[in-house]
């Protein structure tokens, strides 16, 4: 059996989006909850990425942040190492797993404080855990730290504003270093900033995960970022995964029909000319989800189970698929 | 000979600081023609926006022009007064930004928009006005157009939104479309939807599109030609296939080799070192040169210029050296 760094089962939570209690009381509507994510399951082996992949709303960051502790989940486990976070309930027991495992935003200008030098802002987390106590050593490791993600010692005494979004995303992954951790949950790393830069940093992620023997969770809406740096993958739709599978099977014969849709709207950049189908309609209001398979009112394959009963994870091969269609094996190949 | 759609020549935009005053455009020359689609494409910082501000008339104070000519259909328009200029936006050329929200009046219906748009610019009667507006939600994918022209924009999503953006845009029939990052902010599958959106009517109705994008898949789905630019100048221009098959200019070549795509071999992406330089920092001689891996003295020295180079042209002393030896 691999070794399993995160283990995540059955994971569910809700937000309460009703209106007030008086307009409820006026209009007599009741209580809304919004499911944002529901009954999601899988785990990922040390040292290895799993991607999340999916379109605003279908819960992708939401989960990032349950994985994180940032939100406590309304139902289901998360188990980092073997300890389960939910049987953890004060701070104290939940800071050992906390500096394990640690976040990197989407935004680089919202993620770093403007009135701290950098070198104070990657010095936090070593303060916070009480990892080095004398400051001569809590120095040696900042500039350690800035050098592994190829910054000068002298940008420690510089203020976030006078760094670009590459070199501010650099920045975040040295404070995420800081704690020394296992697992890091990144978070759109990469959609805020310039092509070549991101080629600079997804680069610079894979070198540290090697080096570092880290393990990630990579969440992302661009199927050719994930293509690139995942060893498995899993698709979102409103709140559940539809498709888990090893990286290169999921691209090589993607089974649900969303996973599909994804797939055909990358653009064509080798301009192969490679004929798709069109997308057809909008992601849902997640608050009020259609029936049966959420993406029914969407498939060109959907029937009239598909609109009534709620598919489950099935294997099909090598991979795991929510789809009627799939296991009923009425699915036609899919060309690219 | 008839002059092509959009000419710019020699296109210079200066942004004055407390710090002195900063080149942002320098020396942009391009063409389009009727019916074509070109994509301007570049990182943030290249100077795309401020170009395609320029053409349609709305440089942000104080960015201001300092040089150089844009005809249309070979009338100079931008030294026309603001009234003359307000008549040509949106009765010859069209324009669809990043944000849907902030072209649309949370107040009025979208339908009220429309109308408004259109009688300002054709001389059509309030239920002629109307019947066009429907038409136009319907030519834009809306479902049932004529109910929905009474919804105001907060009732709709992003992807419809920038829908009705666009059948603003093309309310009076205009030769030209500027779209600044027209799909930036939507879902990829809205961004599919609405690329062939624009595609189609960019076939139907004969209408010249500048698509100004970051993203090299955008262009390679549905530019004609493409526009490379790099701290405020052109460094390569010529047919997508061209430039994205087998780029000439070591950026574009490095912006290539950066994206990832899928089927592509894995492992480490070429990365170009470094950051676009900041206004008022940009390097002499070729702006790439701090970047660049095959840079020798001359770069540093003189600025090139758009030369050919096989079936494009590229701004890099790499050509002349070639020919030299």
């Known amino acids: ?336 | 000979m008839t002059p092509p759609l959009l000419e710019i020549s020699h296109l210079s935009v200066a942004l004055p600081t407390r710090r002195g005053t900063f080149t942002a455009l320098d020396d942009v020359s391009f063409a389009i023609e009727a019916g074509e689609v070109l994509g301007v494409v570049g990182e943030s910082g290249a100077g795309k926006s401020i170009t395609a501000a320029a053409i349609i008339g709305l440089l942000e104070p104080p960015l201001r022009q300092t040089g150089g000519e844009i005809r249309l259909e070979g009338e100079r328009i931008d030294n026309l007064p603001n009234e003359a200029l307000r008549r040509i936006r949106g009765k010859r050329i069209g324009a669809i930004f990043q944000d849907p929200l902030t072209s649309l009046n949370p107040l009025y219906t979208i339908g009220r928009q429309l109308i408004e748009t259109i009688r300002t610019h054709l001389p059509l009667s309030e239920r002629a006005a109307r019947a066009r507006a429907i038409e136009l939600l319907q030519e834009t994918g809306i479902p049932a157009a004529s109910e929905r022209i009474a919804a105001y924009p907060h009732q709709f999503s992003g992807g419809m939104r920038q829908r009705v953006v666009i059948a603003l845009a093309l309310a009076a029939n205009p030769r030209l479309l500027v779209a600044d990052e027209p799909t930036t902010a939507l879902d990829v599958s809205t961004q599919a939807q609405i690329i062939a959106l624009l595609k189609r009517l960019c076939r139907d109705h004969g209408t010249a599109i500048m698509l100004v994008t970051h993203d090299m898949g955008v262009i390679a789905e549905t530019a004609d030609r493409v526009a490379v630019m790099y701290a405020g100048r052109v460094v390569e221009i010529g047919p997508v296939r061209d430039v994205v098959k087998a780029p000439r200019h070591p950026y574009t070549i490095g912006l290539m080799g950066s994206i990832p795509a899928i089927g592509h071999p894995l492992g480490r992406l070429r990365q170009i070192d470094g950051a676009m330089p900041r206004l008022g920092a940009i390097p002499p001689g070729c702006a790439f040169n701090p970047r660049c891996t095959q840079v020798f003295d001359r770069c540093r020295e003189a600025r090139p210029d758009l030369l050919p180079s096989g079936a494009t042209r590229s701004a890099c002393w790499l050509e002349g050296k070639i020919a030299d030896d």
């Open chain 1, 1 to 336: 059996m691999t070794d399993m760094l995160l283990e995540i089962d059955d994971l569910a939570i809700g937000f309460d989006v009703s209106a007030p209690w008086l307009t409820r009381l006026l209009t007599g509507t009741g209580r809304r909850l919004l499911k944002a994510v529901d009954g999601v399951s899988f785990s990922i082996a040390r040292g290895q990425t799993f991607a999340l992949v999916g379109e605003s709303g279908c819960g992708k960051s939401t989960l990032a942040r349950l994985v994180v502790g940032l939100y406590r989940p309304s139902a289901g486990h998360i188990s980092i190492d073997g300890t389960n976070l939910a049987r953890l309930k004060s701070r104290a027991e939940l800071a050992p797993v906390r500096r394990r495992v640690q976040m990197i935003f989407q935004d680089p200008y919202a993620s770093l404080n403007p009135r701290w030098r950098v070198r104070d802002i990657v010095a936090e987390p070593i303060r916070t855990h009480r990892l080095l106590r004398d400051e001569t050593r809590i120095r040696a490791r900042v500039d350690e730290l800035l050098g592994q993600v190829s910054l000068a010692p002298e940008d420690g005494e510089k203020y976030p504003h006078e760094f670009s979004g590459g070199q501010r995303q650099r920045i975040s992954i040295a404070r995420a270093l800081a704690s020394e951790p296992e697992f890091l949950v990144l978070d759109e790393p990469t959609s805020a900033l310039d092509v070549s830069v991101q080629a600079q940093i997804l680069n610079l992620m894979k070198d540290l995960q090697r080096r570092l023997g880290l393990t990630y969770l990579f969440i992302s809406h661009n199927l050719a970022v994930i293509y690139h740096v995942s060893d498995r993958v899993g698709v979102m739709y409103l709140g559940r995964l539809v498709e888990l599978a090893e990286t290169a099977e999921l691209f090589a014969r993607p089974r649900h029909p969303y996973t599909r849709m994804l797939l055909d709207t990358v653009p064509d950049i080798d301009m192969t000319g490679r004929v798709r189908q069109p997308v057809i309609g909008e992601v849902p209001n997640p608050i009020d989800p259609p029936s049966g398979c959420a993406f029914h009112p969407r498939c060109p394959f959907a029937d009239d189970r598909c609109r009534g009963e709620r598919p489950e994870l099935r294997a099909d091969g090598a991979s795991l698929a929510s789809c009627h269609a799939v296991e009923e094996g009425r699915l036609p190949d899919f060309a690219r």
